[in-house]
């Protein structure tokens, strides 16, 4: 079992919350925590964990070729990355080919146990988040994808976008 897996998304009992309510920040980061458990939870069967699959998906999907361009995708360190790297490979799942040209790059590719076990891991992901949204009406998720699509490019700007104003003028 991860180690995530046993972290709790709820507050401990009696923490204080601020004031003024809870910060997008806290709620994102409370989100994002509780979908990770969720799918750590539901790819246990597996014997896999979140990252693990995260790291075949973009692979699978070409977002990355690369450990180096998965820690930059991930924002994950060159140390944890190699770790997720050396379990996919002895489970069977990944495999590294050095490259022909330069052979400093080692590329990445998902094993065809790999490719085999993808739909039901995808489905499990699936259904994390879907459990996740249950209640949402369409144009709700619709928003939600919008606003953490632009919360992102906005963050992509020098600065992460904070020298804008609220009324989003410089």
Do not use: W
Request: with cysteine; charged share 25%; hydrophobic share 40%.
């Amino acid at each position: 079992m991860s180690r995530r897996a046993t972290i709790k998304a709820e507050p401990p009992a009696g923490a204080q919350l601020p004031e003024e309510g809870l910060s997008v920040g806290y709620l994102m980061a409370r989100a994002r925590a509780s979908l990770l458990a969720g799918l750590d939870a539901e790819l246990a069967p597996f014997g896999l964990n979140a990252m693990q699959y995260a790291v075949l998906k973009h692979l699978a999907d070409g977002r990355a070729r690369t450990a180096a361009d998965l820690c930059r995708y991930m924002y994950y360190d060159t140390g944890s990355m190699t770790r997720i790297l050396d379990r996919l490979e002895e489970k069977g799942l990944l495999r590294r080919e050095r490259c022909q040209d330069d052979r400093r790059v080692v590329f990445l590719r998902v094993a065809a146990a790999g490719r085999a076990q993808l739909p039901r891991l995808r489905a499990a992901g699936r259904a994390v988040l879907e459990g996740h949204l249950a209640g949402f009406e369409a144009t709700e998720v619709e928003n939600l994808r919008s606003y953490l699509g632009r919360m992102i490019e906005n963050g992509k700007l020098p600065g992460g976008a904070h020298h804008h104003t609220r009324t989003g003028k410089s």
